[in-house]
């Protein structure tokens, strides 16, 4: 089965800063999708990728897919408030089951 | 659209209880996912259903669980007898089409406590 790992597990940073967290598969991502998750609540969409080298923005956040297909990173830049919460990395393993990480929490300091 | 509606969204109840958990999805996704959210084990898929009929269950935790989607608008999580290490949030999810090429929509989801 797929397995994703995601660092770093939590990371706090000043608001106005960069920063940037990783999803790694064990296997081929066929569809890697990013979501935003806060605390009580559901899961919101952020991006899709599914071509290797593929590369999307959303306002402030940036999400890419390597080459190899086995590694997406998710940047956001100039870091506010809003941004706060936990992160996740999904992939469909060629069998219509989305495997998700455990998670990316971020904490951003006003 | 309203979203992928859960009810209820908190549930307290004690060890050897019937729990049912309830799913609206989007109208017209044809995809309908059941979800375990715990701190230890993550996102865990339980079942999933196409078109109203169970395609993949290999993710229910065992008998005491079950799922049912009686139409295309309504979807049941049954769990009888629960057990504390049922306590856990349950996500409902819909989509227009397969995991690798169609993004799935969230519930709020249902925080289950089991004493």
């Known amino acids: 089965s797929q397995e994703l790992e995601q660092s770093p597990q939590s990371l706090i940073v000043q608001e106005g800063k960069n920063l940037t967290i990783n999803c790694t598969s064990s296997?081929?991502?066929?569809?890697l999708y990013w979501y935003k998750q806060k605390y009580g609540e559901g899961l919101i969409f952020l991006m899709m990728l599914q071509k290797g080298g593929e590369e999307k923005s959303h306002e402030k956040i940036t999400a890419k897919l390597d080459e190899k297909k086995q590694q997406s990173s998710l940047h956001i830049t100039a870091s506010q408030p809003s941004h706060a919460g936990i992160y996740l990395c999904?992939?469909?393993?060629?069998?219509?089951?989305?495997?998700f990480g455990k998670g990316n929490q971020v904490v951003v300091i006003p | 659209d309203a979203g992928v509606i859960q009810s209820p969204r908190h549930e307290v109840t004690e060890m050897g209880q019937e729990v049912t958990l309830r799913c609206k999805p989007i109208?017209?996704?044809?995809?309908l996912f059941w979800y375990r959210q715990t701190m230890m084990r993550g996102l865990e898929l339980l079942i999933y259903f196409n078109n109203n009929v169970p395609i993949d269950d290999s993710g229910m935790p065992e008998d005491r669980f079950s799922a049912k989607m009686p139409n295309a608008s309504f979807s049941t999580l049954k769990i009888q007898p629960s057990e504390p290490r049922d306590s856990a949030v349950y996500f409902c999810?819909?989509?227009?089409?397969?995991?690798?090429?169609?993004?799935?929509?969230f519930g709020p989801g249902t925080r289950l406590t089991v004493t």
């Open positions: 999810a819909s989509s227009l089409g397969v995991a690798s090429s169609y993004e799935q929509y």
């Open positions: 999904g992939a469909g393993g060629g069998n219509n089951r989305l495997a």
């Open positions: 109208s017209g996704h044809d995809y």
């Open positions: 296997k081929t991502l066929y569809g």
